[in-house]
């Protein structure tokens, strides 16, 4: 018994010590046989199965039956699932119709079903594929035969489940390829020919609008003409700056068996070409590698971006040793880097440790470092690992047998699974790469260091310019920096403020070679609380060592907003007139031209952007003298009804920008705004056209006035002629007034209340003055009594009247014309309560309504004449209205003073009349 226990206590140390043993030799084995790295082996043991950063999610199909058929995973994080139906009888074929999931990192989810049915061929077996489009769109690329020829057409479609266009794409075999950047459209490219010419055809992204797309270029990708080289094969791939790399592979012709064993030969070469938006004419094709070994074959098997800069390519070498009498055929793969500039960077062999399994895959991550995926055939699992750039083997994941599908969002390094459906639930995993430097985590973009506006930083709406500061020297090259605003709507482009391409000498870069400079124009942050959002697009800039382009930022990433604004001073209405360019000029000559003006308005109201209602046109244009083949085009702000909207000023600021700035707006993007002539900026009318007429009428009332008076002379030189003058001033004061109050006030909420009371208390009390006079007159004055009955509707028109100014009673007295009317016989009493209320009204209303007049003056912009009116009025009706007074005072003054004197001379006046003089003063 016990020595049975011992033995087995033996056996089980044994084990356990060559266990170690076993172990310290294979890792022994593992340190000497690293190609790249010491560490590589690991690529051959499973890595672990879960991480603490892994992601799980459900995605349930409310259509019952529709299974997962593929996926997408876009850029910006969104993820596309393609949904289907099933056919039983036929796993090759599904049943003919479409439907999209759109998630976005939001969670939000788009379900795109198109009522639509595709043809058999499309479906049976599936020959259809979709690609994402610029914007809300999407091509589904499906096969049809169009009288017995089979050919591809794309069908545009958009979010909204609505095919907008289709268009036809050529013969089955072509290759249909977006642009990485997706405003730049696709490219068509036809299968190459025997001789190796393939002919290519560059089509737009959809016009927002109208879905369609259009051929932008098209040309052929000849092979390099070499005696004795044939063509074999070609390939094509993305480039980050939105266009395209075509690969030619040559062999040498041997000419027979017979001749040359000349170990010169160069038995096989690669050359490659770029395609690039703009020229739209490849390069010529630069010479990337080439081999004096006699292979059987090269192929081409992936090409991607490098983080480096510039792109690798796997490419796989079939070869067959012969060794004495033996020969055996294999397979290597090798990465060969190579630069946009068509320079060679280097040529090095993919270490079979990666390329051991059934299939591989390599990538670089922008990140830095690669992944390597290994697939097998008699398995749905992935084993994946993550290389830092000299192949050193940092981490590594895998995804159970019970994946069946994968993914990957290569810009921020996530990977996706995806698990056997079970109902109508998906359940999908998501991996996090392990990232080798973390720089510029905040903008997917490990190029970015910080950049001014910070993320989520609240800006001033002043700022003339932002700042991205590289993590690496810089120079500027050909595309785009934009700035849009966020409306917020999925479904809808958002509002392009500024774009500006990087050689545009506007931007710059600082000294130290890390820092952008981007100008901001003054219509860029022209709504307060509002988000904005920078995209920098690939190849903005590009890397100073290396000439090549960099990536950019997607949608969304920088994002800030607008801190509110103060309101600033509210301004009225602005004509202006612009110019339009030639093109433009004849086209508005030849259409219909109201239709015009209406279609820039609506442009305007949304490229500014403001409410349609703030801008019209009286229609008016005219020939510009200088350029008589141009039109300049009459528009008008109008003035804001309230404080939260913008002031006219301000809009038509803006106005003026963009159009200055045309170049550089999405003013250049709008069939009719493209067309105004951006040298010439956006002028105010003068103004003084508009009141001409309003001068003329004030002319003609001032030379009645005066006609009046010397007729009024003429009849009764002994009446207080100028009576005439003082009424008309009256009118005037009160008319400006009302002016004001009804028409301008309102544009200063803090001033209408203190108008009001200075307009209606003052008011009020002429009106009660003007009652209590006449009432006292009618009581204690026979005489008036009598004038009064024989013009009995007078009294009531007199009393309103007399509201305006009681001064106004004084004209009843002025014996005008010598008329009946103004001769009332009033009472002294009543001619003192009506001069000293006159000049109570200057100082209670008359200098007050003048100081919120110039308050307002102050706190409004103005391009009119009724403000300027209505001060230079205000204060002229004060200074008449003392001078006159004080000529009264100065007269009833003289005038007692001759009765006193009369007095004294006379001596027979009592003191009770003296009495009843003084207080009649
Ligand atoms: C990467 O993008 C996906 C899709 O938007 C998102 O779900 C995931 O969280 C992102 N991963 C990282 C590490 O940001
Ligand atoms: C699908 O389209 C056809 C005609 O194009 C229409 O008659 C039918 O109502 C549509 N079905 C749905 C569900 O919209
Ligand atoms: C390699 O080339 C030989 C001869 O052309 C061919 O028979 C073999 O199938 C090729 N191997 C692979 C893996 O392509
Ligand atoms: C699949 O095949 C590989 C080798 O090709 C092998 O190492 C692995 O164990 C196999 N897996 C299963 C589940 O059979
Ligand atoms: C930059 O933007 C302008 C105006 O939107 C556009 O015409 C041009 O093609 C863009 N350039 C690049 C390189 O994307
Ligand atoms: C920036 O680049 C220029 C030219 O490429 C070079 O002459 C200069 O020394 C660089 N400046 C810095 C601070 O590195
Ligand atoms: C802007 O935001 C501030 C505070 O966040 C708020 O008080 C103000 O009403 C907002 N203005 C507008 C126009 O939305």
Avoid at 244 to 253: D, E, R, S, T, V
Avoid at 471 to 480: C, G, Q
Wanted: charged share 15%; net charge neutral; proline share 4%.
């Amino acid at each position: 018994m016990l020595k049975m226990f011992n033995l087995a206590k033996m056996l089980i140390i044994f084990i356990y010590l060559t266990s170690i043993c076993c172990f310290y030799v294979s890792s022994q084995n593992v340190l000497s046989r690293g190609i790249l790295s010491q560490n590589i082996s690991s690529l051959n043991t499973p890595p672990q199965n879960t991480s603490p950063q892994d992601i799980w999610y459900t995605y349930e199909e409310p259509i019952e039956g529709l299974k997962r058929y593929s996926t997408h995973a876009l850029s910006e994080g969104i993820l596309m699932i393609w949904m289907a139906f099933e056919v039983k009888e036929d796993p090759s074929c599904m049943l003919p119709y479409f439907h999209l999931r759109v998630i976005e990192r939001t969670g939000r989810i788009t379900y795109i079903d198109l009522n639509y049915t595709f043809p058999p061929e499309a479906v049976c077996p599936v020959n259809m594929i979709f690609m994402p489009l610029s914007y809300n769109y999407i091509m589904i690329i499906y096969v049809r035969s169009n009288n017995g020829v089979k050919g591809k057409y794309g069908l545009i479609i958009n979010y909204d489940s609505e095919i907008k266009s289709e268009i036809y794409l050529g013969s089955v075999n072509d290759h249909i390829i977006s642009s990485v950047i997706s405003e730049k459209g696709f490219i068509r490219i036809e299968d190459h020919g025997k001789r190796g010419i393939a002919a290519w055809h560059w089509l737009s992204a959809p016009d927002i609008t109208t879905g369609k797309v259009v051929e932008l270029g098209s040309g052929e990708f000849s092979v390099p003409n070499l005696l004795s080289y044939t063509f074999v094969n070609s390939f094509n791939f993305k480039l980050i700056d939105g266009g395209f790399g075509y690969a030619y592979i040559l062999k040498y012709n041997e000419m027979g068996s017979s001749i040359s064993n000349d170990p010169n030969i160069q038995y096989w070469k690669i050359y490659i070409s770029f395609l690039r938006e703009g020229t739209y004419s490849p390069t010529t094709p630069s010479l990337v590698y080439q081999t004096t070994t006699k292979l059987n074959s090269i192929a081409f098997k992936s090409c991607f971006y490098n983080n480096d800069g510039g792109y690798i390519c796997i490419v796989s070498l079939n070869n067959t040793i012969t060794n004495k009498d033996q020969s055996r055929t294999e397979v290597n793969y090798y990465q060969l880097e190579f630069l946009t500039t068509g320079s060679f960077v280097q040529f090095g062999a993919v270490p079979k440790v990666i390329s051991n399994a059934d299939d591989f895959d390599l990538i670089s991550l922008i990140y830095g470092g690669f992944l390597v995926e290994k697939y097998y055939t008699n398995t749905t699992a992935k084993n994946f690992y993550i290389l830092d750039n000299n192949g050193n083997y940092k981490s590594g994941g895998s995804f159970g047998p019970e994946f069946v599908h994968y993914n990957m969002f290569t810009r921020n390094g996530t990977l996706l699974g995806i698990k056997e459906q079970t109902g109508n639930k998906l359940e999908i995993l998501l991996k996090p790469l392990l990232r080798l430097n973390n720089y510029g985590a905040e903008y997917d973009n490990p190029a970015i260091e910080s950049t001014k506006p910070a993320i989520h930083e609240f800006i001033d709406s002043s700022i003339n310019e932002i700042t991205i500061k590289y993590s690496i020297p810089v120079r500027l090259s050909t595309a785009n920096i934009s700035i849009f605003q966020l409306n917020g709507d999925l479904y809808e482009p958002n509002l392009l403020r500024q774009t500006i391409s990087g050689d545009s000498k506007l931007c710059t870069v600082g000294s130290d070679n890390h820092t952008v400079h981007i100008p901001i124009f003054s219509s860029t942050f022209n709504q307060q609380n509002s988000s904005y959002h920078v995209v920098i697009d690939n190849n903005f800039v590009i890397s100073q060592e290396r000439n090549e382009p960099l990536i950019g930022t997607n949608e969304k990433v920088w994002m800030f907003s607008t801190k509110p604004f103060k309101t600033g001073k509210h301004s009225e209405s602005i004509t202006g007139l612009l110019r339009l360019n030639e093109e433009g000029s004849s086209k508005f000559l030849q259409t219909n031209q109201s239709e015009f003006f209406n279609n820039i308005i609506q442009a305007f109201s949304k490229i500014i952007p403001v409410d349609e209602q703030r801008i019209t046109t009286n229609g008016k244009w005219q020939n510009d003298s200088t350029f008589p083949k141009q039109v300049l085009l009459s528009f008008t702000i109008n003035e804001a009804k309230s404080a939260m909207e913008p002031s006219s000023k301000t809009i038509f600021d803006n106005l003026g920008t963009l159009i200055k700035r045309k170049g550089f707006t999405a003013l250049s993007n709008n069939e009719y705004t493209s067309l105004i002539d951006e040298s010439a900026s956006f002028t105010m009318t003068s103004y003084f056209g508009k009141f001409l007429p309003l001068i003329i009428i004030y002319l003609i009332s001032i030379i009645i006035l005066i006609i009046l008076y010397f007729l009024a002379r003429r009849k009764n030189p002994e009446g207080r002629n100028m009576a005439i003058f003082e009424i008309a001033l009256i009118v005037q004061d009160f008319a400006v007034d009302l002016t004001f109050t009804l028409l301008r006030v309102n544009n200063t909420p803090h001033l209408v209340i203190p108008n009001m009371v200075f307009l209606i208390v003052p008011h009020v009390v002429n009106f009660l003055l003007a009652i209590n006079i006449f009432l006292s007159e009618v009581a204690t004055n026979p005489m008036f009594y009598t004038w009064f009955s024989e013009l009995p509707t007078l009294l009531s028109i007199c009393t309103i009247f007399s509201a305006i100014d009681v001064l106004a009673i004084n004209t009843l007295t002025s014996n005008l014309f010598g008329l009946k009317v103004f001769s009332a016989p009033l009472s002294q009493r009543s001619r003192n309560i009506i001069l000293w209320g006159s000049f109570i009204n200057i100082f209670a209303e008359d200098i007050p309504q003048l100081i919120i007049q110039i308050l307002y003056f102050n706190s409004v912009v103005t391009y009119d004449l009724i403000p300027s009116l209505v001060l230079i009025s205000g204060g002229l009706v004060i200074m008449n209205k003392l001078i006159l007074r004080s000529f009264h005072m100065l007269i009833r003054w003289c005038h007692r003073h001759d009765e006193i004197i009369d007095f004294n001379r006379n001596r027979h006046l009592s003191a009770g009349s003296i009495r009843s003089i003084r207080s009649n003063v």
